[in-house]
């Protein structure tokens, strides 16, 4: 500590106060603490993550039998309760803006990086309390204009999560919700990206060199710097699509435009492939801010339970730092079919060919820790373990999109849905739920149930396939994404019978999520305490204190002596902060 | 015990820089994309424009712009003799020299206010075409930036500036990186004046 307190000397003035002196709402509702913000990020996207699968469950309805009114529930919505083409395209644009911008990435980024980096590199709170708070506000208001949005004459977005123009420009006035609601969510993000990287790098303890960050904190680090630079560029084509939409102008509206039947009053000279350059500058960078805190998480349980260091530990790192550069230039792989002319779409074809490298090496390190070592099976290891499996066949099935030759086939249709759902379904959400059985011990000092949860776990491996593993056969029989009702067409309606499996797979999904949110809300209150701070024999930082934490994370100073995952050779866990020969 | 946060005044003795200096640095490299993503707009949009004037000073008012740039680049300097003066531990100058900066900011929105009327007045709107619209776009966002500086900067001459009573060496690292914020916002002029007015 003797080193710090000197640098702090005037700390007493500027903290935010002792925890129990606080009112309710500034101690729950406004708080400072990154732990308390930590949470509230996790509840709110957990509630976004529902609602958008619930949209999501009743779209389902229409491709399983199209045309007939939804049981029950239909007719809220509806007057005769089938769900409306309108309806349809709403639902399905705000189930991708919700599950990506409102529930994956709060609960990678806002929720377990705000946990557990402050608590991983030893510090206090974040760099920047006050910031955090404003952040996850920030972050709330977007939501809320989201939610919002429904409610608003003709409804939400209807555009799709990319929004494409001129569609999105001439749409219905949801999509102004949404480019406002963007711009919220965007600029919380890169508030707390910000907040990220200054404390992982400033407030390290003594002894935490670099390459001794465990492997979530290197995860987060290089997903806020992508969170930083890739998403002002699609703030700013969301302030021009702003822009076309109130202010009259013709950034991507070409000239000679006819909406039903009649030429559109604008100047025109614009270009629409622009905002698919702008937005996918952001959004592929984004599909790693989705799957890196995963592949942290997932990094820190399979080193806990298999007792093993992580092997090659430096190449992990090194391959996810690299994989951060690459992402910044393999965006317009998702706009081959756009005309982009042969020299453009060879070098984007071979920067993806090249970002899928660091991604089989990934995978291969975390499979070369499990080989030989004795794994012990809790829940969190089970969902850890299934992650490795379904990334691989989302990202080895990006590689035929990666390929002009096969992706002039495969663009637009289920294939595509397919690849990116292995990905962020069955990667990264089950690397989070992982996470929540990990280290919620940690947050409450209560263990989750272990039955309920292998009950979670078995029902949703096994349905989550059974909904996204036909979506590549659909895709290559030809079906196109976002269709109301496929069986106007042939090659649709003789594909049919799988929509109505991967429907009755989705509800049972939902199903098996029942025991999740049972065990989450009442473990918390009558699970088993845990025994000893470190339940798990964890190495890292965030096990160095009490479970829960105190305010103050750490009574004691702390300090670290060696590299993150670290074990004697009779597989006794050496913490990085016990000093021990 | 309450929560303590390090390097909030001192640097931090490995980086060698406090958060908020690390943070501001930060900050500024996104500016710098979203800028950055607008410059490639107006770049790929003029390319291939059908109607786009010859040269901004055909439609734009050179002189005006000119001015501005004087403006901007002396209230640059203002703000770094703000910061010195500071270092030099004289609240009283500081003050003055937040104060110019303020002014000479004022000074920029003002002219900025008669340039937009003017055009109004000529009924060119951003709607008018391609030129117009990137022309009011840009410049209405970097007028942006100058509104949060100046609100900024006088937060800091203002009630801000009681924290030099209790904690001179933040209070000071505050101003740099309220300096290094207006240098930017200087620096997205300087290449925003050429490349709509002279160009
Ligand atoms: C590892 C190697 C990967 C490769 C080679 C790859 C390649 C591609 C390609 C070429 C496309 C465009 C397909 C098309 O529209 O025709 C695509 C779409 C997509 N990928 Fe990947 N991908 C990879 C990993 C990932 C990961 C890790 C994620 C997310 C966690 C992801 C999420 C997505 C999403 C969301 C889309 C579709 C976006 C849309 O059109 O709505 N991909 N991928
Ligand atoms: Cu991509």
Known sequence: MSQDTHNHSHGHDHSHSVGHELPFWRKYIFSTDHKVIGLQYGITAVFFLLFGFGLMLLMRWQLAFPKQAIPLIGKLFTEDGVLSPELYNQFGAMHGTIMVFLGVVPLGVGAFGNYLLPLQVGAQDMAFPKLNLLSYWVYFIGGVIMLASFFSPNGAAASGWTSYPPLSVVADNGQTFWLIGMVFLITSSLLGSVNTIVTAIQLRVKGLSFMRWPVLVWAQVVTAFLLLLAFPPLEAAGVLQLMDRLAGTSFFLPSGLVVSGEALKVSGGGNPILWQHLFWFLAHPEVYVLILPAVGIVGEIIAVNTKKPLYGYKTLIYSIIFLGFMSFIVWAHHMFMTGMGVTMSTFFQATTMIISVPSIIILTTYLLTLWGSSIRYTVPMLFAIAFLPMFAIGGLTGLPLGLTASDIHLHDTYYVIGHFHYVVAPGSLFALMAGVYHWYPKITGRFMSDTLGKIHFWLSVVAINGVFMPMFFMGMAGVSRRLYDQTIYAHGAAAQPLNVFMSYCAWALAVAQLPFLYNMATSWKWGKKIESNNPWGGTTLEWATASPPPHENFTTPVEVFRGPYEYSSNKKPLPQFVQEA | ?199
């Not at chain 2, 005006?64 to 009283?92: E, G, R």
């Not at chain 2, 990186?177 to 240098?183: D, E, I, Q, R, S």
């Not at chain 2, 916002?185 to 490349?195: G, K, Q, R, Y």
């Open chain 2, 1 to 199: 015990m309450s929560v303590i946060i390090p390097y909030i005044d001192k640097p931090n003795p490995v980086t060698g820089v406090t958060n908020a200096k690390l943070g501001i640095w930060l900050f500024l490299a996104s500016e710098v994309m979203l800028f950055g993503a607008l410059f490639s707009t107006l770049i790929i949009l003029r390319s291939s424009a059908t109607d786009w004037p010859a040269h901004g000073s055909d439609v734009l008012n050179v002189p005006l712009a000119t001015l501005n740039t004087v403006f901007l680049i002396t209230s640059s300097v203002t703000i770094v003799l703000s910061w010195a003066s500071l270092k030099m531990k004289n609240l009283m100058k500081f003050k003055l020299h937040m104060g110019l900066t303020v002014l000479l900011s004022f000074g920029f929105l003002i002219i900025k206010y008669f340039e937009y009327s003017s055009k109004f007045h000529h009924e060119h709107y951003p709607s008018t075409s391609t030129f117009y619209a990137v022309y009011f776009t840009m410049t209405g966002l970097h007028g942006l930036h100058v509104i949060g500086g100046i609100i900024t900067n006088l937060y800091l001459m203002g009630p801000g500036s009681k924290m030099w009573k209790t904690e001179p060496e933040r209070f000071t690292g505050r101003i740099e990186c309220a300096g290094l914020y207006w240098h930017f916002v200087d620096l997205v002029w300087i290449f925003l004046f050429p490349a709509l007015y002279l160009l």
